[in-house]
């Protein structure tokens, strides 16, 4: 059974930087789409960014583009965000995501059939 563990989460200040891994425990990421989501506090999941399976294209949402960079590495069966230029309102818990979705569904929820188990991020002076 294929888990994913995500880790790198932590408390930092505004514009502070923190590089979030997604371990596939038991399995592979290779064949698979990646994405990360987040769910602010009191507030709905959003996406946030993804890897499409041949690793060619990239989406962000608006809010992150120019500063967070998804990426991955199907040797270590590890996806990664990297996130810089951190503001208060990316305080969240970050969520990593696999799947095969279809081009249209490539920013929902519902392309991807493997979550991880969230790990806090938390922008904070």
């Known amino acids: 059974q294929v888990q994913l563990v995500e880790s790198g989460g932590g408390l930092v200040q505004p514009g502070g930087a923190l590089r979030l891994s997604c371990v596939a425990s038991?399995?592979?990421?290779?064949?698979?789409?990646i994405a990360w989501f987040r769910r602010p506090p009191g507030k709905e999941r959003e996406f946030v960014a993804a890897?499409?399976?041949?690793?060619?294209?990239?989406y962000y949402a608006n809010s992150v583009k120019g500063r967070f960079t998804i990426s991955r590495d199907n040797a270590k069966a590890t996806a990664y965000l990297q996130m810089n230029s951190l503001k208060p309102e990316d305080t969240a818990v970050y969520y990593c995501a696999v799947g095969i979705p279809i081009l249209s569904e490539v920013r929902s929820a519902r392309g991807y059939r493997l979550w991880g188990q969230g790990t806090q991020v938390t922008v904070s002076a």
């Open positions: 038991g399995g592979t990421l290779s064949g698979y789409s």
């Open positions: 890897l499409r399976l041949s690793g060619s294209s990239t």
